[in-house]
């Protein structure tokens, strides 16, 4: 390939997706399946993908090779265009702020001996932000995510559970990343929670280009958020397509089955989920007050 290359391909870093994932291989040992198997997709920016599958299904694995937490056995990951496959530590430094991440339990990711505060302004310290302009950020991010002024000088244990996920909401933004991997983000929360931190993560995006990668096992809380969805199946995609036109018209046996385990056994509790969900699209759909 010529090292000389016309403008419009040079310029091809600022037209490329926010996240380009191809032929994802990741096999954990060398016998057996691969976790992930040929997986592809791309994020455009601003856009939120859903990633859905059952337990097992490989998505955790996707999100902490995208994160550089998985050695990938072959395939390539691209961040705006640029190749960070094998990103070293140093480059991974450098991403550092533009690609973060959210995890299910937010508890073991806050140190219980340091006020939440901390947790905030560390990924500024680390990018060298001087102190009075980083505890100014940590406030700002804490008023963005819904809690109180002053919650910054308080420890995890003195939040809820729904408070907790705020927090490490608000410390994946607080470096104004231009993706966020929230991996079963919502799956510990109670219905009522769910839906106030979905529609946050929803608030949060409006009128900005941030991307989503955004993991779950449960198809509903996807088509909450998601405009496009990846189905995934024993590490390999089954379907993908607009969140709508696949929850309408499955083409997939195995995204039929998801979408029907997605409610719950009890027919009550189903009902109750219905129609919570029911009040969220409808609640989501109405202009801001
Ligand atoms: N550290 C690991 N070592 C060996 N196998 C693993 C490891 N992590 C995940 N796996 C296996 O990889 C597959 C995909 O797991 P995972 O990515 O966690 O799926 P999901 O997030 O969809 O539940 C599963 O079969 C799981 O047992
Ligand atoms: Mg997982």
Request: a positive charge.
């Amino acid at each position: 390939m010529s090292t000389l290359q016309p403008a419009s391909e040079r310029a091809v870093g600022i037209d490329a997706p926010l996240l380009e994932v191809r032929n994802l291989v990741v096999r954990y040992g060398k016998k057996g399946p691969a976790a992930v198997d040929d997986v592809s997709f791309t994020i455009a920016r601003g856009e939120t993908l859903g990633l859905v599958g059952e337990s097992g299904s490989g998505k955790t694995t996707i999100g902490r090779a995208i994160l550089g937490l998985q050695t990938v056995t072959s395939g390539q990951i691209l961040f705006e265009g640029r190749d960070i496959t094998k990103a070293r530590a140093a480059e991974r430094r450098s991403l550092q702020g533009d690609l973060r991440a959210v995890f299910q339990d937010p508890f073991s990711s806050l140190n219980p001996r340091r006020p939440i505060g901390d947790a905030l302004t560390e990924p500024l310290r680390v990018a060298g932000v001087p102190r009075t302009e980083r505890e100014q950020r940590a406030r700002e991010v804490l008023d963005a995510v819904g809690l109180a002024p002053g919650s910054e000088t308080r420890f995890p244990r003195q939040f809820s559970g729904g408070q907790r996920q705020r927090i490490s909401i608000a410390r994946a933004l607080v470096t104004d990343p231009r993706l966020v991997v929230c991996d079963e983000a919502v799956s510990a929360l109670d219905l009522s929670t769910q839906a106030q931190v979905l529609n946050l993560l929803a608030d949060l995006r409006a009128g900005t280009d941030l991307g989503y990668l955004f993991i779950a096992h449960d198809m509903a809380v996807v088509e909450f958020l998601a405009q496009r969805v990846v189905v995934l199946n024993r590490g390999r995609i089954v379907e993908q397509g607009r969140t709508g036109e696949v929850m309408r018209n499955p083409q997939h046996h195995y995204t039929r089955v998801l979408m029907a385990a997605s409610p719950v056994p009890d027919p009550d509790e189903q009902a109750r989920r219905r129609e919570a969900w029911r009040a969220l699209k409808a609640s989501a759909a109405a202009p801001a007050a």
